[in-house]
């Protein structure tokens, strides 16, 4: 506790209950002297030039202003300077950051492609040291990366210019999974999303798991592709990635589809071209029935997993 609230303490006791002070101080354990020590101090000088100073540059804090102090002659301690700082009201007063308020979106079991789209941002670097943003975007069933697009900088128009690339060859997605990025959140993407009547679901932040299937793709690209290849220019990182892109669609075995590759699995539920709210959906009869080498009941897929699909990314 500060010696000030002590005093005003003793000062309280002494006043509502008759206490000497010696009796008041020695119940809160206070020294005598400490409580009757009176400062020699005078601030008037420094504290009139920490005002003008601060008059002059408002949004300056008291480590700058004490720099300043210093160099026009003032040999003051920082800490003095920030008690006169405090007691002339002088603090800068912080804005508050908003932060969105989400609430938990787990991973949903999808039945059939487009019915959910789950995108996000990768960043890595070329020669030059420039940094690069690879915007990815993944059909939460079949697994297929529908688009790695690169460049330095993506604005909200670049990113749903993309979708609407995508959205033209497969049909309209009915969600997409996403952070709360800037280009995620801003007016334009949100009644992008709103016109193509598509559901957004943004996670919680700092919560990437709520995004899983992306995340492990990029596990996979970054493993595969970005630390195994030099980029020299932007140009060059486009095309290396681009080529990346289709050898995972059509030629990496992919794991939870019973290592088959994401287009191979996409053609046995007739989902090539798109099955959200523009196509068909999985049933029973066009549900893929193929082997897992790690699940636990066998070869074989039971109903639940064949009509629902794979769930689990490995």
Request: with cysteine.
């Amino acid at each position: 506790m500060e010696l000030a609230v002590l005093k005003a303490a003793v000062g309280q006791m002494c006043e509502e209950y008759a206490f000497s002070q010696r009796r008041a101080c020695g119940l809160l354990t206070v020294a005598v002297s400490s409580y009757r020590y009176q400062s020699s101090r005078r601030d008037e000088g420094l504290r009139a030039r920490l005002v003008e100073l601060a008059r002059e540059k408002p949004r300056f804090g008291y480590r700058r202003l004490h720099v300043l102090l210093r160099r026009s002659g003032e040999a003051v301690n920082h800490k003095r300077v920030h008690r006169i700082y405090r007691e002339a009201g002088l603090s800068i007063r912080r804005k508050k950051r908003k932060h969105c308020v989400r609430t938990g979106q787990p991973l949903r079991a999808c039945t059939a492609a487009n019915q959910e789209w789950a995108l996000d941002f990768v960043h890595d670097a070329v020669e030059s040291g420039r940094a690069i943003r690879v915007l990815s975007v993944v059909d939460a069933y079949t697994r297929q990366c529908l688009a790695l697009e690169v460049d330095t900088s993506f604005a909200s128009r670049r990113v749903t210019r993309v979708l609407e690339g995508i959205v033209a060859e497969r049909g309209t997605p009915q969600a997409i999974r996403c952070d709360n990025g800037p280009e995620l959140t801003s007016r334009h993407f949100l009644a992008w999303c709103i016109e193509k009547k598509i559901e957004l679901v943004h996670i919680q932040p700092g919560r990437p798991m709520q995004n899983g299937r992306v995340e492990s793709f990029h596990g996979r690209f970054r493993e595969e592709c970005l630390r195994v290849s030099w980029f020299g220019n932007l140009f060059e990182a486009r095309g290396k990635i681009a080529a990346w892109r289709n050898e995972y669609n059509q030629e990496r075995p992919h794991s939870s589809l019973g290592y088959r590759t994401p287009e191979e699995f996409a053609r046995a539920i007739g989902g090539e071209n798109g099955c959200g709210k523009d196509g068909g959906s999985a049933t029973l009869e066009n549900a893929p029935r193929f082997p897992l080498s790690h699940s636990h009941g066998g070869d074989g897929l039971s109903t639940a997993e064949q009509i629902n699909g794979p769930d689990v990314v490995l």
